[in-house]
């Protein structure tokens, strides 16, 4: 059983940079295709980022290219979500999803609990 768990969400300014991490365990992380989705209450989930098992293939949202970079380290189980220039339409709660395809866009079997990032103006 994969288990996801997400870290560094918070309070920023408009214009500043977070960093969220997301720790696996329980499967074999290597082998996974990982997302990162956010979600506003009454809003649907929106795949923000994606990077496949390989790194051979990155997802962007239109509305986070050139301002979020995904990244993983196979190593230590752990996806990265770099958020440069932030702005307050980018507040939501933030999820770590995997799948176990080498392609990006799908369904996501695995999810974290969310990490709330919240960006002021």
């Known amino acids: 059983q994969v288990q996801l768990v997400e870290s560094g969400g918070g309070l920023v300014q408009a214009g500043g940079s977070l960093r969220l991490s997301c720790a696996g365990s329980?499967?074999?992380?290597?082998?996974?295709?990982m997302g990162w989705f956010r979600q506003f209450p009454g809003k649907e989930r929106e795949l923000v980022a994606a990077?496949?098992?390989?790194?051979?293939?990155?997802y962007y949202a239109d509305s986070v290219k050139g301002r979020f970079t995904i990244s993983r380290d196979n190593a230590k189980n752990t996806v990265f979500l770099q958020m440069n220039s932030l702005q307050p339409e980018d507040t939501d709660v933030y999820y770590c999803?995997?799948?176990?395809?080498?392609?990006?866009?799908?369904?996501?079997?695995?999810w974290g609990q969310g990490t709330q990032v919240t960006v002021s103006s």
């Open positions: 999803a995997a799948r176990y395809s080498d392609l990006v866009l799908g369904p996501y079997g695995y």
């Open positions: 329980g499967g074999t992380f290597s082998i996974a295709t």
């Open positions: 990077i496949s098992r390989s790194r051979g293939t990155t």
